[in-house]
């Protein structure tokens, strides 16, 4: 799941920045407000990357992922944008700990045939 979820991260990170250079042009937020928001999502982005495994990380990228879509009051496209990674952000957790199921999975098979113990099959 980390995997997954930081690449999405990742690349939210870079949409927020350039997200941030269409508003400093479009609206008439200060630029010094504009890029403390932006900054401090994209440091978000940065540190949730390795924090996703923790407890609440889930939610707090969540929480993110809310934030990129009502950017889209500064940014029209950020809508669309936003509802994107959210999308992006639902399959690298739920396809993430599926992936994370079946190697856990496979390193028990695994252990337990080091061990000499049989798993399913026929007896012979």
Do not use: N
Request: with cysteine; charged share 10%; aromatic share 8%.
């Amino acid at each position: 799941m980390r995997t997954l979820c930081a690449s999405t991260l990742i690349g939210e990170f870079l949409i927020i920045g350039f997200a941030g250079l269409v508003a400093m042009q479009t609206t008439d937020v200060s630029a010094g407000l504009l890029w403390a928001v932006c900054g401090a999502a994209m440091v978000l982005c940065v540190l949730l990357c390795g924090m996703i495994t923790r407890r609440g990380g889930v939610a707090v990228g969540w929480a993110l992922q809310l934030g990129l879509i009502a950017s889209g009051v500064l940014v029209p496209l950020m809508y669309f944008l936003g509802a994107c990674f959210a999308g992006l952000w639902w399959c690298s957790i739920h396809f993430g700990r599926k992936v994370d199921d079946a190697k856990a999975a496979r390193g028990s098979a695994r252990t337990l045939a080091a061990r000499g113990i049989r798993t399913g099959g026929s007896a012979t």
